[in-house]
Structures are given as C-alpha cells and as structure tokens.
C-alpha cells in the first residue's frame, strides 16, 4: 500500500494575505522534500513558487526553507511520511510561496541613477 505525506505549504506573495495549502503526495523512501514539491507542481498545482538549481549537491542553496520550523535544503531533507509544514525561509523578503530573496547584500549590483 502507498504511504502518503501531507504537505502543508505557505501560499502567497507580499501584500496578499497569507494561506496555507494542503496536498497528499505518494511518499516513497528515498524521497526528498523538494521532490515532494516537484510532484504537487507536476501533478496538482503548477502554480506552486520554489527554487532550487543544483538538486543534492548543496551548493547553491536555492532551496532552502523550513521544514516542520526548522531551516532545511528542501534537496537533502529527507520526506517523512505524516504530516510535513513547509514554510519560506523567516528571516528573508518573501516573494513568492516558499521563494525568498536570498542574495546576500555584498552580492547585489548597485544601479546608478
Ligand atoms: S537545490 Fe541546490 S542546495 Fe538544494
């Protein structure tokens, strides 16, 4: 029988009032957290905002969000089955569902006005 992971995920952008979604996605063992969020993109709601680039190697770091409250690589954190809140990152500017502005200010390009 497939065992299933209740996702609940932060909708929203600034300015909007925030939401929280519920999906089930099948869990297999192995998976990861981001591929949990690739399959409710695939399968549910392709309209679900997250980042990531290099998927395991944790070296872009694109992925990062809390999970259950915690900051976690959603590409390495491992899905449990259960329940499983996955939320933006809380300490930087949202901009969309779990994406956050995560350039740090040293590595902004300044424009000239
Ligand atoms: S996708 Fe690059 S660290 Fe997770």
Redesign the pocket.
């Known amino acids: 029988m497939t065992q299933i992971t209740k996702l609940i995920i932060y909708r929203g952008s600034i300015g909007e009032i925030p939401r929280y979604d519920e999906f089930e996605v099948p869990h297999e063992d192995g998976a990861s957290v ?1 591929d949990a969020l690739v399959w409710v993109r695939e399968n549910r709601d392709a309209s679900l905002a997250f ?14 969000v809390l999970v259950d409250g915690k900051v976690n ?4 954190a491992r899905l449990n089955t259960g329940v499983v809140r996955i939320e933006p990152l809380a300490n930087k500017t949202l901009i969309r569902d779990l994406v956050t502005d995560i350039v740090p200010p040293k590595e902004r390009l300044e424009t000239t006005d």
């Open positions: 981001l980042r990531y680039s290099c998927v395991s190697a944790n070296a872009c770091k694109e992925c990062m690589y959603a590409c390495t």
